[in-house]
Nanobody, 119 residues
Framework: QVQLVESGGGLVQAGGSLRLSCAAS????????MGWYRQAPGKQRKLVAL???????NYADSVKGRFTVSRDNAKNTVYLQMNSPKPEDTAVYYC?????????????WGQGTQVTVSS
């Protein structure tokens, strides 16, 4: 089992900045990917950004150039630096970790943190 604890959400003005953090604990394999997804009201949960244990990253087109995902492997913590957020970035942001054990992958989710961007 893996537990994820998120922090850093809240209200931010458009054009400002906000940083989300997510600390993982439990049975974490060396081969894993951590990332952020978001879900706006009435919409599906979608990938925002992820980073593998090797440092490879992947971003949604809508956040490229504005958001940066990073991680501290020693702390099993992933961060999402949100620069120049827009009102359309308003959503509940969920932390995710995908761990790989004996060729099977397992997904774990945080409880979600609300991010509201005011115009």
């Amino acid at each position: 089992q893996v537990q994820l604890v998120e922090s850093g959400g809240g209200l931010v003005q458009a054009g400002g900045s906000l940083r989300l953090s997510c600390a993982a604990s439990g049975s974490i394999s060396n081969d894993n990917a951590m990332g952020w997804y978001r879900q706006a009201p009435g919409k599906q949960r979608k990938l925002v950004a992820l980073i593998t244990s090797g440092g490879s990253t992947n971003y949604a087109d809508s956040v490229k150039g504005r958001f940066t995902v990073s991680r501290d492997n020693a702390k099993n913590t992933v961060y999402l630096q949100m620069n120049s957020p827009k009102p359309e970035d308003t959503a509940v942001y969920y932390c995710n970790i995908r761990v790989l054990w004996t060729l099977k992958s397992y997904d774990y989710w945080g409880q979600g943190t609300q991010v509201t961007v005011s115009s």
